[in-house]
């Protein structure tokens, strides 16, 4: 199971709007509507942000996540300092693989 | 409060076998719908899923590490365990337990994302 594909890093300036992408194959992505988006900052573990269709309680509705065919998506709207930090996204992939996760991508806010 | 812990050695020589424990509150390992999964995190690099467990003991396994790995539980205890043989410096990382909840999915079983962290543990590979 090879690795989702997400690009290294993205950059915004604050106020604006960013989008991640997560591309993945007709074997995970392109098959099940799980996709979770996790948020990292530096020496903690990572953060739940999105999941499939929502988002958990407590996180901030500029988050906000979409799926076309095998490529997910998530967008960051009214860009914080706060948002830099490492996104990953996870996909479902199957009963026997369960999960696959993204390469990881830095935003930076400018 | 839901927590999860992680516990094991910091140093393991290669070939050597790793073993990490991880300590669940605030949450049963019997419940239908929780499962547990540890990741890794080489330093500087991405994440990497190694294997998952279910409520029911069932379990799944990274493809590329199956043959390495085995994960159970001890649902008395609230303790998930991970073994992986054979350790080589490459398999130096940050190991982390998380979990999963399955409420609300049509099929509880596809339930993979990972609401509740540990704060990790590192694990260096070196003679």
């Known amino acids: 199971q090879s690795a989702l594909t997400q690009p290294a890093s993205v950059s915004g300036s604050p106020g604006q709007s960013i989008t991640i992408s997560c591309t993945g194959t007709?074997?995970?992505?392109?098959?099940?509507?799980?996709v979770s988006w996790y948020l990292q900052h530096p020496g903690k573990a990572p953060k739940l942000i999105y999941e499939?269709?929502k988002r958990p309680s407590g996180v901030s509705n500029r988050f906000s996540g979409s799926r076309s065919g095998n490529t997910a998506s998530l967008t960051i709207s009214g860009l914080q300092a706060e948002d830099e930090a490492d996104y990953y996204c996870?996909?479902?992939?199957?009963?026997?693989?369960?999960?696959?996760f993204g390469t990881g991508t830095t935003v930076t806010v400018l | 409060q839901v927590t999860l812990k992680e516990s094991g050695p910091v140093l393991v020589k290669p070939t050597e076998t790793l073993t990490l424990s991880c300590t669940v509150s605030?949450?049963?390992?019997?419940?239908?719908?929780?499962?547990v999964s540890w990741i890794r995190q080489p330093p500087g690099k991405a994440l990497e899923w190694l294997a998952h467990?279910?409520?029911?003991?069932?379990?799944s396994y990274s493809t590329s590490l199956k043959s390495r790995l085995s994960i159970s539980k001890d649902t008395s205890t609230s303790h998930v365990v991970l073994t992986m043989t054979n350790m080589d410096p490459v398999d130096t990382a940050t190991y982390y337990c998380?979990?999963?909840?399955?409420?609300?999915?049509?099929?509880?079983?596809?339930?993979?994302?990972?609401?509740?962290w540990g704060q990790g543990t590192m694990v260096i590979v070196s003679s």
């Open positions: 996870c996909s479902y992939a199957g009963s026997s693989t369960f999960s696959v």
């Open positions: 605030g949450f049963s390992l019997s419940d239908a719908r929780m499962g």
């Open positions: 998380a979990r999963t909840d399955g409420t609300g999915y049509l099929y509880m079983r596809q339930a993979n994302a990972y609401d509740i």
């Open positions: 467990i279910f409520s029911n003991d069932e379990k």
């Open positions: 499939g269709t």
């Open positions: 007709s074997s995970d992505v392109g098959s099940y509507q799980l």
